[in-house]
Structure formats: structure tokens, C-alpha cells
């Protein structure tokens, strides 16, 4: 892989970008709340521990709700870290989850370097940066982003790999073995990149010549890329205990996911579906919306410029480059719309289509700056400045978001004002500390100096998960209410996604807000309730060591 060379402007640009982002990530991660989905991985990637501990003898994971279904490299992972780095082991999995999502970036900006230059290399960091839906879950979509990047990392490969058929490099093959392994070891749908490496050798026949000569040219690939499968596989085993059980089990896999009927809803276009029920333009949908347009715009001109590749000057690895990556983009949306697959949360199960994206938006807008400069500087300068101020509006955006940047949307729909309650918004509940520390700045009031007694604890309903309620709040008066007590609670928080927030009323008391929208709500029930308060002898009402997790 061709290195950054420090000489270009625009690559030493790129290394800014990366050393922008570090640093971000380690000044800004304990912004950031535990996801619903984090207990129950984190407890999946201590079982397939315990597994390989215990010699295959301890088999909790293959009935450990449906996780087995998942692969656990990226728990695995983490749990492994915790032994040796003695920090919270969410935070730990926040900084990792992280530096996955910052590899997605340099795989996707590598892959635009070598198709287009390194112009096309920053560009498509930058954008990829500055997206709300990849950055904002960099930090706690601790499935989504490993995958995504592992996905764009094997793509990457995968062009390389095209580049030199019949006869490609044991180093790319390698590469693409331990990332396409990765990726299956996560979620089986990185069965697609088997089909993405079956596409290369396709598009890189030799169609003009004879069939023996074609025929021969597929024989002489096929016999060289079986090893790399071979290793893809193997990485999968070791982190998808239950792929070794057979070997269709991946398969099997996929299959199941598409067969999924939880009584799951979703929100699209003001109206409550099913996860089942999801319109064939679900996926399409958020991908427009949420999106920054500059990158959409980029992204169509990217996949232009692929026929006028084939038409124009340059050569056909360029045109089977654009192919390769429009594949990583085209393929899994197709087979949604056309399968009209279950979905629910947005787009957070097709994340791993932005960093290709983002390749295709880097090529796109390069090309078009080529082009204009042969007809005139000015209009490449214009371009340029106007690449700028779009970056600047999402980047000032995505600060005023901070550290919801993955409730972001475009303008096509009027960014996140126009977004409440039409579509889905902090679906996991991100924004539950903020609204804690509302709620227990209201409880420590002066005016409020009766709440504050030691001797009376009050309880909290919430619309979402406890581990992340039981790593926020420090009050040892409030603690935890289940939603079978929801009536009986003192103090009700919760976020505006789904309308949960309208479950039960309440006194608002604290709200948590960004660009004029209320993300999450506390309410006081306290007069509703009306029942005399309970006492204990404090410290830890309802609370739980997260180190115990």
C-alpha cells in the first residue's frame, strides 16, 4: 500500500485530519453514554472468553439470548484489554470503538488515494470526518463501526487485489483475509465481500480475447485467492464460536437476521412501523437524509465519472475501481429494497456503507476539480471555496451537536428540527447523563432543601437501559424503577425519540436541548404520586458497581 508521503500538500493535510480526530476522540470520549446493545456484547465477549478457557466446556454463549448469532472479535477484544488496562470498561470500549471508526476513515481516504490521488484521499477524509451518522457513533456503536471499517478495509484490499489479478500480491492477500475475516467475525453479512472479491476477478477478464484465455486467466486467480478465503475463515471461527460448529452456520446466520420479527418499532416519515413492516425505501431513505449533502453530491459524481472512465482517457483500473466501490454501496441498499429486509434505528445497521461513500464523494469532487480546471481556474477555485464553507456548516454543526452528532440530518428535510418526531432520533438514549445531571442539579436546589435529606431516596423511571443510568448518576437518593413501577415513580426522564417521553406526565423540570430541539425530558411526578417518601440508610440506593458488569 502506497504510503502518505509528507512531501504532498494535500497528504500531509490528511495526517491533520487524523491527528485532528485523536485528539478529539481522547479529550471528548467520556462524552459519550453507554449504548442499550453494550452490557449484553460486553457479557458476550466475556462467555466466548470463558469458552476458550475452559476448553470448549463452558457453552453459556450458544444460549446467551440471541448473540450467538453475532460474531465477538470486537468484544472479545475489548474484555481481553480490560485485563491488562485497568480502566471502566466502557470507556475502554468507547476509546477502542474509536480508533476502529478513525481506521474506517483511513481506509476509506486510502482507498480514495489510490483510485484518484491524494486529493481524493483528504477529501474523502474530511467528509467521512465531518458526517454526523459515522462520527457521532464512532464512540458506542461498538458492532456497526468495527464492522464498517473492517468492511471498507477489505475493499480496499479487494481493488488492489483487482489491480494485479491473475497474479495479486501474498501481502494484499493477506490483508484481505485477516479484514474480511474481521469483518465476518462480527456480523455475517461480511459474507459480501466474498462476492466483492468473485466481482473483481469478473471485471478484470481479459473479455477481448478467447474463452480458453478467460477461462485460464479465472483458474490461475481462483487457485491464488483460496488462501486468503481460507484465512477470512479462520479469523471468523476463532471470533464466531458458533460458525465452527458447521460450516453453513454462517450462512444460517444471515438467513436469521433477515427472519427477524421483534416488536421493534421505527419511525419514518412521521409514521410508526414495525420492524418488519419498514417501507422498501427505509434504508434509501435515512442514507439521503442523514448524509451530508456535500458528501451525497460527491458520491453521484464519483459513480459519473466511472462510464466516463471507460469512455474517456484513462485507463480501465480506474473504471473498475469506481465498479468495485459502487458495489459496497449498491449491492447491500439493492438487496434491502428488493428483499425489503427488517430494519429498525435508522440506518445503523448500513453504516458500513459511508466509508465507501465517503471514497466515492473524495474521487467524485477531485475529478470535478480536475475537470474544471482545464476549462478555468477560477471555477476550480470557486468549487473549492465552496467545498469549504459546506465542510465548515457541518463541522459547526456537528460542535452544536456535541456529543449527539449522530442525531444530525440534512437539509433536505430541515437538519434535526425538521427531523423531531418524524424520524428516528437518540434511539439508544445517549443523552440520559445530560439528563441526569439535570435532574440531580434540580434535587440538590436550595429551594428543594427538603428533597435533599439524606434519609429519603426517590425513584427514577427511565426510558432506556440501567447501565447506563447506574454509570451516570452520583445522587445516592435516586435510584433505579422498573417499568412495571413506571406509575409509582418520583421522577420520570426519558428522550423524545419514539415519543417516549409522552409515556407518563409530569412536572418538565430539565430538558436536554441542541439547535432549538428537546432531545430528552425530565419530569417531576412527585405530585402526581403523592405518597409518602421512603427511607433508607444511604450510600448506593439502586446503584451498581460497573466494575461488577
Request: net charge neutral.
Amino acid at each position: 500500500m502506497e504510503a502518505l508521503k509528507p512531501s504532498n500538500p494535500y497528504d500531509r493535510l490528511t495526517l491533520a485530519v487524523f491527528a485532528a480526530l485523536a485528539a478529539a476522540v481522547w479529550f471528548t470520549f467520556r462524552d459519550y453514554a453507554i449504548s442499550n446493545d453494550e452490557g449484553v456484547q460486553h457479557h458476550y465477549g466475556e462467555l466466548i472468553i470463558a469458552y476458550y478457557r475452559s476448553g470448549f466446556k463452558v457453552r453459556d454463549l450458544f444460549t446467551f439470548e440471541n448473540l450467538y448469532l453475532y460474531g465477538g472479535l470486537f468484544d472479545m477484544i475489548a474484555v481481553g484489554l480490560t485485563y491488562f488496562i485497568p480502566v471502566d470498561p466502557y470507556e475502554l470500549r468507547h476509546v477502542l470503538c474509536a480508533i476502529t471508526g478513525i481506521g474506517g476513515i483511513a481506509a476509506s481516504a486510502a482507498t480514495a488515494r489510490l483510485i484518484a490521488g491524494p486529493r481524493a484521499g483528504f477529501v474523502s477524509a474530511v467528509l467521512l470526518a465531518l458526517c454526523g451518522a459515522w462520527y457521532g457513533a464512532m464512540f458506542n456503536h461498538t458492532k456497526d463501526i468495527p464492522f464498517a471499517a473492517a468492511m471498507m478495509g477489505a475493499t480496499l484490499f479487494v481493488i488492489r487485489i483487482a489491480r494485479q489479478l491473475p497474479s495479486p500480491r501474498a501481502v494484499d492477500l493477506v490483508g484481505f483475509g485477516l479484514l474480511a475475516g474481521a469483518a465476518l467475525g462480527i456480523r455475517s453479512i461480511g459474507l459480501l465481500q466474498l462476492f466483492y472479491l468473485c466481482l473483481a476477478v469478473i471485471v478484470s477478464l481479459p473479455w477481448q480475447k478467447r474463452f480458453e484465455t478467460c477461462a485460464g486467466f479465472a483458474a490461475s486467480a481462483a487457485v491464488r485467492i483460496v488462501p486468503a478465503v481460507a484465512l477470512a475463515a479462520l479469523v471468523m471461527i476463532l471470533a464466531w464460536p458458533w460458525a465452527a460448529l458447521s460450516p453453513l452456520n454462517s450462512i444460517r446466520g444471515l438467513l436469521a437476521f433477515s427472519e427477524f420479527h421483534y416488536a421493534i418499532r421505527t419511525m419514518f416519515a412521521g409514521r410508526v412501523y414495525e420492524m418488519a413492516d419498514v417501507p422498501r425505501l427505509y434504508i434509501p431513505g435515512y442514507l439521503l437524509f442523514r448524509v451530508p449533502l456535500i458528501m451525497l453530491v460527491g458520491a453521484a459524481l464519483g459513480i459519473i465519472s466511472a462510464p466516463l472512465c471507460y469512455l474517456g482517457q484513462k485507463t480501465l483500473p480506474r473504471h473498475r475501481d469506481l465498479i468495485l466501490t459502487s458495489s459496497a454501496i449498491v449491492f447491500p441498499v439493492a438487496f434491502q429494497v428488493l428483499f425489503r429486509g427488517p430494519a429498525f434505528t435508522g440506518m445503523r445497521h448500513f453504516l458500513f456503507v459511508l466509508p465507501p461513500l465517503a471514497t466515492l464523494a473524495g474521487v467524485g469532487w477531485s475529478e470535478l476539480i480536475d475537470a474544471l480546471e482545464m476549462w478555468s481556474g477560477r471555477l476550480a477555485s470557486s468549487a473549492i471555496a465552496l467545498m469549504c464553507v459546506c465542510c465548515l456548516w457541518d463541522g459547526v454543526t456537528l460542535v452544536r451537536l456535541h456529543p449527539y452528532e449522530n442525531l444530525s440530518y440534512n437539509s433536505l428535510i430541515g437538519g434535526l428540527p425538521g427531523a423531531f418526531r418524524r424520524y428516528d432520533l437518540d434511539y439508544w438514549f445517549n443523552s440520559m447523563p445530560e439528563a441526569i445531571h439535570l435532574l440531580e442539579a434540580f434535587v440538590r436546589d436550595r429551594r428543594l432543601a427538603e428533597v435533599t435529606t439524606s434519609s429519603k431516596i426517590y425513584s427514577v423511571a427511565v426510558c432506556g437501559e440501567r447501565p447506563a443510568f447506574d454509570q451516570s448518576v452520583t445522587l445516592p437518593q435516586l435510584h433505579w424503577d422498573f417499568r412495571s413501577k413506571w406509575e409509582e415513580s418520583d421522577f420520570f426522564i426519558a428522550p423524545t425519540q419514539m415519543n417516549c417521553d409522552q409515556d407518563i406526565d409530569g412536572e418538565i423540570v430539565g430538558t436536554v436541548e441542541r439547535l432549538g430541539v428537546p432531545i430528552a425530558y425530565v419530569k417531576d411526578r412527585r405530585s402526581i404520586v403523592d405518597r409518602p417518601m421512603a427511607t433508607i440508610t444511604p450510600p448506593s440506593a439502586g446503584r451498581r458497581d460497573s466494575s461488577s458488569r
